[in-house]
């Protein structure tokens, strides 16, 4: 009878501090998510709710933080009331594997580009929970990105470039003169490269930055910046038909089936990356038309040891060495201290 006293009470308590504000619905469990809205988007908790009673059962306020940081390589960063955790998640269809507290999966029932919510049953209770999640950028997030760790990826669908009418074309429409039908010109196929990282950190002049982007316009830009000479910039134009002979060598050395993460696989490799000087990761992002792929290798290039530590397949060697041999014919350059 007791037990039922204290169920009573904690219904009416959460009926209290039920709000207007509607609570998602779960979705079919044959819906899948697709993963770039997942990997490197950072998320901020707000509230939680009990599906079945549509009610707000907690709220996080100034004295509760909890944030997720969801990686590139599949793993994942947790703030929780100033106590960061780390993890591996994994996504299968709308299910996400992520441990947080006693709960080890997720069904994700929302999410776009303002917010997430993923859904939970709890132990030995009866109905479904969910957490309500909005995004926020890295500047809000209480995450520390290490010195060697690579900038934040984004993995969006390539947005190719749109015409855009100017200013003066929303005035009052002029009467044109009809003239002969144009025929359609063959759109070029979107190219997109960038290279960045590798290498160790350290030495006498140590590298802070080394990345080099070729556009679809052809124009490649290569930016190397060190410690003690500041940053160099250089620049040159690469032909369209040598850019498009290029992007298809890229196709024919299987870059597309290459893995998206290569990491460690030995004991050896793990303790390399705890070493002076300090591996820099390597990432190389190729888009060409609708696809779109980036490989990350965790420690790439020779140190005094000249050892390959890290497994993946040689023709990335080929691919980076072509790459670096395009940014070293310079066009023009010019320096800044920074």
Same mark, same amino acid.
């Given at each position: 009878m007791?037990n039922l006293?204290?169920?009573?009470?904690l219904?009416l308590a @959460?009926?209290?501090?039920?709000?207007?504000t509607?609570v998602?619905?779960?979705i079919?469990?044959?819906?899948?998510v697709?993963?770039?809205q +997942? *990997?490197?988007?950072?998320w901020?908790?707000?509230y939680a709710?009990?599906v079945e009673s549509n009610t707000? +059962?907690?709220? @996080?306020e100034?004295?509760?933080?909890y944030?997720?940081?969801?990686?590139y390589?599949?793993t994942?960063?947790?703030?929780?009331?100033?106590?960061?955790?780390k993890g591996?998640w %994994?996504?299968?269809?709308n299910e996400?594997f992520y441990?947080?507290?006693?709960?080890?999966?997720?069904i994700? @029932?929302? +999410?776009n580009k303002e917010?997430?919510?993923?859904e939970?049953t709890?132990?030995n209770s009866?109905?479904?929970?969910?957490y309500?999640?909005?995004k926020? %950028?890295s500047?809000?997030?209480p995450?520390?990105?290490?010195a060697n760790e690579?900038?934040d990826?984004? *993995?969006d @669908?390539?947005?190719?470039?749109?015409?855009?009418?100017?200013w003066?074309?929303f005035?009052r429409?002029?009467?044109?003169k009809?003239k002969?039908?144009?025929a359609p010109q063959?759109?070029e196929?979107y +190219? %997109?490269?960038e290279?960045?990282g590798?290498?160790?950190?350290g030495?006498?002049?140590?590298?802070?930055?080394?990345?080099?982007?070729?556009?679809n316009?052809?124009?490649?830009i290569?930016e190397?910046k060190s410690v003690?000479?500041?940053? *160099?910039?250089t &620049?040159?134009?690469i032909?369209r038909q040598?850019?498009?002979?290029f992007?298809?060598y890229i196709v024919?050395?299987?870059?597309?089936?290459f893995?998206r993460v290569?990491d460690?696989?030995?004991?050896l490799?793990q303790?390399?990356k705890q070493?002076?000087?300090?591996?820099i990761?390597l990432?190389?992002m190729?888009a060409?038309g609708?696809r &779109?792929?980036?490989?990350? *290798?965790?420690i790439?290039?020779?140190?005094n040891?000249n050892m390959q530590?890290v497994?993946y397949p040689p023709?990335?060697?080929?691919?980076i060495d072509?790459i670096?041999?395009?940014?070293?014919?310079?066009?023009? %350059?010019?320096?800044?201290?920074?």
């Amino acid at each position: 009878m007791r037990n039922l006293f204290l169920l009573l009470l904690l219904h009416l308590a @959460a009926n209290l501090v039920a709000q207007d504000t509607p609570v998602e619905t779960t979705i079919s469990p044959f819906f899948k998510v697709d993963e770039r809205q +997942i *990997v490197e988007t950072k998320w901020r908790y707000t509230y939680a709710t009990h599906v079945e009673s549509n009610t707000i +059962i907690h709220q @996080a306020e100034e004295d509760y933080e909890y944030f997720l940081h969801f990686k590139y390589d599949y793993t994942y960063e947790q703030y929780f009331n100033g106590q960061l955790t780390k993890g591996n998640w %994994s996504l299968v269809n709308n299910e996400l594997f992520y441990r947080f507290k006693h709960i080890n999966k997720f069904i994700i @029932a929302t +999410i776009n580009k303002e917010k997430l919510v993923l859904e939970f049953t709890q132990p030995n209770s009866k109905g479904n929970y969910q957490y309500h999640f909005i995004k926020v %950028s890295s500047q809000e997030a209480p995450f520390i990105k290490p010195a060697n760790e690579l900038p934040d990826v984004n *993995v969006d @669908a390539i947005n190719l470039r749109k015409s855009k009418k100017p200013w003066w074309a929303f005035g009052r429409k002029k009467k044109k003169k009809k003239k002969a039908p144009i025929a359609p010109q063959e759109q070029e196929t979107y +190219i %997109s490269i960038e290279l960045i990282g590798g290498g160790y950190y350290g030495g006498i002049d140590p590298v802070l930055r080394d990345y080099i982007q070729i556009k679809n316009t052809g124009r490649l830009i290569k930016e190397f910046k060190s410690v003690q000479n500041g940053l *160099v910039v250089t &620049k040159k134009d690469i032909s369209r038909q040598e850019l498009e002979a290029f992007a298809q060598y890229i196709v024919d050395q299987d870059f597309f089936n290459f893995e998206r993460v290569y990491d460690c696989e030995t004991a050896l490799c793990q303790k390399r990356k705890q070493l002076k000087p300090t591996p820099i990761p390597l990432r190389l992002m190729v888009a060409y038309g609708t696809r &779109k792929k980036v490989v990350s *290798v965790s420690i790439w290039g020779d140190d005094n040891q000249n050892m390959q530590y890290v497994d993946y397949p040689p023709a990335l060697d080929n691919i980076i060495d072509a790459i670096q041999r395009m940014a070293h014919r310079i066009d023009d %350059s010019y320096s800044a201290k920074k």
